[in-house]
């Protein structure tokens, strides 16, 4: 693979209780763990990203794919939910669901377009056979 962009972070503090910068100073955040596992809450955590730069990331994979077939989706929009939980074997693991909503496409278009774009979309092929990740046309 030919590498097209970098994108580069450091994470510093106690991790999930830290800060997160990306190198050019345009992510800037502090994490805490989510209250539901524990913690404060009240900023950024890990799966909160990941769930903004999956949805972004699909919808993207969507739009590419809907202008080469000539297909009309605006107003679309993808959710993405990540989960985290303990795992059978230790440790935690992730799920993830993405609600694809399209509102000039018929329910099959959609769901034709929706599963195409996880073919394409980077996030996907990079989770494919790590962790579950539910499509739903909505």
């Not at 730069?53 to 809907?66: E, P, Q």
């Not at 074997?89 to 018929?106: K, Q």
């Amino acid at each position: 693979m030919k590498v097209l962009y970098t994108a580069t972070a450091l994470a510093t503090g106690d991790g999930r209780n830290g800060h997160a910068r990306s190198e050019d100073g345009i992510l800037d955040l502090d994490l805490r763990v989510p209250k539901e596992m524990g913690g404060t809450g009240g900023a950024a955590n890990p799966e909160m990203l990941f769930a903004a730069g999956y949805a972004a990331c699909f919808h993207s994979a969507l739009k590419v794919i809907a202008r080469q077939d000539k297909l009309g989706v605006d107003g679309s929009e993808v959710t993405a939910s990540v989960g985290i939980g303990p795992l059978d074997s230790g440790g935690f693991g992730l799920t993830v669901e993405l609600a694809v909503h399209i509102p000039n496409l018929d329910k099959p278009a959609a769901e034709a377009l929706t599963a195409r774009a996880h073919e394409v979309c980077p996030y996907s092929n990079a989770t494919r056979g790590n962790i579950p990740v539910v499509l739903t046309v909505v």
